[in-house]
T-cell receptor, first 115, second 115 residues
Framework: GAGVSQSPSNKVTEKGKDVELRCDPI?????LYWYRQSLGQGLEFLIY????????KSGLPSDRFSAERTGGSVSTLTIQRTQQEDSAVYLC?????????????FGNGTRLTVT | AQKVTQAQTEISVVEKEDVTLDCVYE???????LFWYKQPPSGELVFLIR??????QNEISGRYSWNFQKSTSSFNFTITASQVVDSAVYFC????????????FGTGTRLTIIP
């Protein structure tokens, strides 16, 4: 079956522009996660959705970052007024249940470069 | 607070050698899960194993084995008779029962198998 799909795979944008990153989770997966992987760093948790609600937004780095999920499926991560430090690979993952029960299935990520 | 430490940033071994990747974790929770993920050059994180805090039995899966020791808060990963296809970045991660569903990742160990 299809895995987690993320688009675009690569995005180059100018500083100050807004970007939208999309994640299509595995069908039927209720939990969805966004992580950020900066060069040489581990994975940094951004936000978690259970269905359409986000019980934990604690990882969002600033108010320029927001995310939504509609229909319990597709999620969009939006970064407003991008800065160079936003350059990273943004990874989406989904899980059929809450995290303790099932491992996360990751997409290939979106590589964001802010120039 | 939760923390995962992978002190080995990069490791290179010659093919067919055994190699152990270290992982040390910190958590105040008594119930938690530990994970290992593999990130090959393609970028997609691949789930390898999940262990819960109540099961300290070592696990073997083919050439892979894991040594979980609560006394030292370690969850080390050994690859026996390494192969070139094992070259990847390996991440250790922690999720606790009260950790609001987020995986805390280490910074990863880049493993290179030299043919």
């Amino acid at each position: 079956g299809a895995g987690v799909s993320q688009s675009p795979s690569n995005k180059v944008t100018e500083k100050g522009k807004d970007v939208e990153l999309r994640c299509d989770p595995i069908s039927g997966h209720t939990a969805l996660y966004w992580y950020r992987q900066s060069l040489g760093q581990g994975l940094e948790f951004l936000i978690y959705f259970q269905g359409n609600s986000a019980p934990d937004k604690s990882g969002l780095p600033s108010d320029r970052f927001s995310a939504e999920r509609t229909g319990g499926s597709v999620s969009t991560l939006t970064i407003q007024r991008t800065q160079q430090e936003d350059s990273a690979v943004y990874l989406c993952a989904s899980s059929p249940y809450r995290g303790l029960v099932s491992p996360l299935h990751f997409g290939n990520g979106t590589r964001l470069t802010v120039t | 607070a939760q923390k995962v430490t992978q002190a080995q940033t990069e490791i290179s071994v010659v093919e067919k050698e055994d190699v152990t990747l270290d992982c040390v974790y910190e958590t105040r929770d008594t119930t938690y899960y530990l994970f290992w993920y593999k990130q090959p050059p393609s970028g997609e994180l691949v789930f390898l194993i999940r262990r819960n805090s109540f099961d300290e039995q070592n696990e073997i899966s083919g050439r892979y084995s894991w040594n979980f020791q609560k006394s030292t808060s370690s969850f080390n990963f050994t690859i026996t008779a390494s192969q070139v296809v094992d070259s990847a970045v390996y991440f250790c991660a922690l999720m606790s029962n009260f950790g609001n569903e987020k995986l805390t990742f280490g910074t990863g160990t880049r493993l290179t198998i030299i043919p």
